[in-house]
């Protein structure tokens, strides 16, 4: 489903330059729950954003579903990969203030510009399996913390991804609601045969993944944990 | 909301939601837009106005010229620029000579009759009374504020007479007022737009009444078949100084001047005041454009972690540059609206006020060009936001997603 080759990502120019990946290599199949782990700076959200067609590397080859996305594509080629095979959940919900839940879940379709048959039915769908049914026409604002990464999960859904990223999504909620949070991406990446990739500093998070892609930091090798 | 409305919701839409989310900014955008329009729309009508008041005045002098019995030209001048009453007379038979010269295109005779001593719409004071032949007159027609051809025992009066409120608004109530003129009975039926020139102390009325005045009572030195001079208005193409030369040869006694006098003389003299506007309008275009960069830079800088994450979920540069243009749109809509009706009210409404504050022969547009103008401006005001937006929305779709989404972190 994913497959990285030799991945290497440097930041800053000439003698400033900062080497956040060297040499990654890693293959992710289809249905597959990965966690990636590592302390901080050791270029875990870079690596999900390489894997996302959101950031190029600096050197090395990225594969989704078969198709190079790194290299040979124009931005918007990119820009319609995200769309169609990807959806992302950040650490922070990113949710737009004035537009109501069913508003924030539908935005995607919204900006990919093409409806979904059953776009409506299917966003009812997954705000009833997040568990906010009755909370479609609430604005974002009322929403608790965990209600509001819900919403962001149901949104990163609504186009039918193939791969689920998600960075920190547990970060900054208790460690209840973090598990329930944790359970419910679970289920729905399950449910729909999605491949799932989380950036975590929780090792709770990581111990529930199919396989543990732990980074060690600047110059040093990366190991993967099964 | 059904799940068929919010398919509905769009890019614009949106946009618009998005404008409530920083209600002091955005209200601050539109106002600077309401600004721009407003005076970018009040400069234009002054300009417009200025202008058509020029053309206007040169119709009044007889469009292109004026024909007056030999000697008398500049008693005429005198009237029509301060309203120094002047008694000058000829036969009505030169307005038909006239006529049948080659390169005339129309004629209007008018007759000068007795100033009128005395109190007219609750102002006293001394008014030259024109007598105009309805029909032919294409003098003051620019000027009536009701476009109605005067009608036997009916006066217009100029702007200085009265029948305005104390707003500056035409006072209806009192156009049908009474008053004696000459021994006669008329009603005021109708007005004229400031000028600031001899004519609005002037009160106007109809040829046959005067001639009817004239032949029952001789004090006032009118025969019924006399006229005061003939306004001309010269065929398109035709040279003005050629039809006068063969009008002086064809009609013996009578003495043509261009109308062009005065209106070279009021051109002279507001020249700096258009350019003045000119360059006041430009300023203003700058500074209005500066604002909206400097507004839209803070916005799209405060959401720079909204546009990765936009990005992250699939939107091309293109469509958040369209989200952002949308927002501009809506703020310019508003404040552009905003701006065109403060603009009207105060110049529409309240032009006698500002005619009065401004001594310039100011005549605005009529209500069609109005409404034209108005159109214009709300496309000038929205095209200079939108133009003014699209550099710093581009600067800010250069960022990387990547770096958007982890801004702040």
């Known amino acids: ?226 | 909301m059904s799940i068929e409305q919010t398919q509905l919701c769009r890019l614009y839409h949106i946009a618009w939601r998005n404008l409530q989310r920083n209600r002091l900014r955005a209200g601050l955008l539109a106002l600077s837009v309401a600004l721009t329009t407003a005076i970018l729309f009040g400069a234009y009508y002054f300009i417009h106005s200025i202008e058509r008041s020029l053309d206007a005045g040169a119709g009044r002098m007889g469009a292109d010229l004026i024909v007056t019995p030999v000697g008398l030209e500049s008693s005429v001048e005198n009237l029509l620029l301060s309203g120094i009453p002047a008694q000058v007379r000829m036969p009505k038979e030169n307005s038909e000579k006239v006529a049948v010269v080659n390169g005339v295109e129309k004629v209007s005779p008018q007759l000068y009759m007795q100033t009128f001593i005395g109190e007219c719409c609750n102002v006293y004071g001394e008014f030259p009374v024109i007598a105009i032949d309805p029909e032919a007159d294409f003098t003051i027609r620019p000027f009536l504020l009701n476009d109605r051809p005067l009608e036997r025992k009916e006066v217009a009066i100029g702007a200085d007479i009265g029948a305005w409120d104390a707003w500056g608004m035409a006072y209806l109530p009192t156009w049908s007022e009474s008053v004696r003129l000459l021994g006669t009975n008329f009603r005021v039926k109708n007005l004229l737009h400031r000028t600031n020139l001899g004519v609005d102390k002037t009160i106007f009325m109809h040829i046959d009444d005067a001639r009817a005045i004239a032949a029952r009572d001789d004090r006032h030195s009118v025969k019924p078949g006399d006229i005061s001079v003939v306004m001309v208005k010269v065929k398109p193409g035709s040279a003005y100084e050629d039809v006068a030369r063969d009008i002086e040869a064809a009609v013996p006694g009578v003495k043509v001047f261009t109308g062009n006098k005065l209106s070279r003389f009021v051109e002279a003299q507001l020249k700096p005041i258009k350019i003045l506007l000119y360059a006041i309008t430009g300023f203003v275009l700058l500074m209005a454009s500066l604002q909206v960069m400097s507004i839209f830079s803070a916005i799209v800088h405060e959401r720079r972690r909204e546009i990765g994450y936009l990005r992250a979920m699939g939107a091309t540069k293109g469509k958040v540059f369209q989200l952002f243009l949308w927002e501009g749109f809506w703020a310019s809509l508003i404040g552009g609206g905003v701006g065109l009706f403060i603009a009207l009210i105060l110049l529409v409404d309240m032009r006698n006020v500002i005619q009065d504050l401004i001594p310039l022969p100011l005549l605005f547009p009529w209500f069609g060009d109005g409404v034209i103008v108005s159109f214009c401006t709300m496309v000038v005001a929205i095209m200079i936001t939108l133009l003014s937006a699209v550099w710093p929305i581009s600067r800010s779709m250069n960022l990387d997603p990547y770096e958007a989404v982890r801004e702040g972190e």
Not at chain 1, 8 to 18: D, I, V
Not at chain 1, 216 to 223: A, D, F, R, S
């Open chain 1, 1 to 226: 489903m994913i497959e990285l080759k030799a991945i290497g990502k440097t930041y800053g120019k000439r003698n400033k330059q900062r080497v956040v990946l060297a040499q990654v290599n890693l293959k992710i199949e289809a249905g597959e729950f990965v966690a990636v782990t590592g302390p901080s700076g050791s270029g875990k959200t870079t690596l999900l954003c390489i894997m996302g067609a959101l950031l190029q590397p600096t050197s090395g080859e990225v594969y989704m579903d078969g198709q190079r996305v790194d290299s040979g594509l124009t931005e918007n080629e990119r820009a319609s990969i995200r769309s169609e095979k990807i959806g992302f959940v950040f650490q922070f919900p990113a949710l737009i203030p004035t537009l109501t839940v069913m508003e924030n879940v539908l935005l995607p379709i919204t900006l990919a510009g093409k409806a979904l048959d059953d776009g409506g039915s299917w966003a009812r769908q997954l705000l009833a399996q997040v568990g906010l049914s009755d909370r479609e026409d609430s604005l974002p604002g009322t929403l608790s913390g965990g209600e509001q990464r819900r919403v962001a999960i149901a949104r990163a859904l609504i186009r039918r991804p193939k791969v689920l990223l998600a960075d920190e999504p547990t970060g900054a909620l208790d460690l209840d609601t973090g598990n329930k949070l944790m359970e419910l991406l679970q289920n729905l990446c399950r449910e729909a045969g999605l491949t799932l990739v989380v950036v975590t500093h929780d090792p709770t998070v990581a111990s529930k993944a199919n396989r543990e892609v732990k980074l060690l930091g600047i110059n040093q090798e990366y190991k993967q944990t099964i």
